[in-house]
């Protein structure tokens, strides 16, 4: 039996998954809220470890798969205009019409 840190298999998980939903929603404050047009890629890290510490290889390898396509999947979405406050506010003013 292997021992990890934390013997939680709960507690892992969601630590795992909690951080990887702060480095979202710390990227989009950034982006969105402050304005900041500037590459953060590097806070996926943060997840990466902690599954890796937490699950090994295969879980490093499944959460830096998963926080790949979170990010690339934002970082489309930010470039097609989907998450900017203008184009937000554009729709709502053709629905309105």
């Known amino acids: 039996?292997?021992?990890?840190?934390f013997e939680k298999q709960q507690f892992r998980i969601?630590?795992?998954?909690?951080?990887?939903?702060?480095?979202?929603?710390?990227s989009c404050y950034l982006y969105l809220g402050?304005?900041?047009?500037?590459d953060y890629s590097y806070v996926y890290y943060f997840p990466i470890l902690l599954a890796s510490i937490f699950f090994g290889l295969k879980g490093g390898v499944l959460i830096a798969l998963t926080s790949t396509i979170l990010y690339v999947s934002f970082t489309i979405s930010l470039q097609r205009g989907a998450l900017?406050?203008?184009n937000m506010d554009?729709?709502?003013?053709?629905?309105?019409a």
């Open 14 to 26: 969601s630590t795992v998954f909690g951080s990887l939903v702060l480095c979202i929603l710390f």
């Open 1 to 5: 039996m292997k021992k990890y840190i």
């Open 90 to 96: 554009r729709e709502a003013r053709k629905r309105m």
């Open 34 to 38: 402050v304005g900041f047009r500037i």
């Open 84 to 86: 900017s406050s203008g």
